[in-house]
Nanobody, 125 residues
Framework: QIQLVESGGGLVQPGNSLKLSCTVSGETFEFYAIGWFRQAPGKEREEVSCDAGIGGKTYYQDSVKGRFTISRDNTKTAVYLQMNDLRPEDTAVYYC??????????????????WGQGTQVTVSS
C-alpha cells in the first residue's frame, strides 16, 4: 500500500500563490489516479482537482479552474497542486489521495484510495 505525505501549506494573502506537494512511497504509482481534496471548517470534503493517470484525463472544480494546476512527477513519485490567485474561500485542509481506480465522472480516486494526513492552507489578509 502506498503512503502519501503532503507539504507546502501555509498562510498567504489573497491573490498570492502556493504550491502543495505530495510525496508518494510504497509502490510505483505511475498509473494511479491522483487527486487533491479539501475540507473547510464545518463543510464536507470536496474534490479540488484529479488526474486519472491515463490519457491525460483531468478534472478541476469550477471554482479553481484557471487558478489551480495539478501535476505529477512519476520519476520523483510526487504530486503537486499549484494554486494561484488564492482567495479566502480556498482556506481549508488540503489532502492528496491516490488509488488504482477512479470515479468516471471526475477521474478522482475512489473509496479504495490511500490518503495523506493533510496540510493547512489559510488565505487571509
Amino acid at each position: 500500500q502506498i503512503q502519501l505525505v503532503e507539504s507546502g501549506g501555509g498562510l498567504v494573502q489573497p491573490g498570492n500563490s502556493l504550491k502543495l506537494s505530495c510525496t508518494v512511497s510504497g509502490e510505483t504509482f505511475e498509473f494511479y489516479a491522483i487527486g487533491w481534496f479539501r475540507q473547510a471548517p464545518g463543510k464536507e470534503r470536496e474534490e479540488v482537482s484529479c488526474d486519472a493517470g491515463i490519457g491525460g484525463k483531468t478534472y478541476y472544480q469550477d471554482s479553481v479552474k484557471g487558478r489551480f494546476t495539478i501535476s505529477r512527477d512519476n520519476t520523483k513519485t510526487a504530486v503537486y497542486l499549484q494554486m494561484n490567485d488564492l482567495r479566502p474561500e480556498d482556506t481549508a485542509v488540503y489532502y492528496c489521495a491516490a488509488g488504482r481506480t477512479y470515479h468516471n465522472k471526475n477521474f478522482c480516486p475512489d473509496e479504495s484510495a490511500s490518503w495523506g494526513q493533510g496540510t493547512q492552507v489559510t488565505v487571509s489578509s
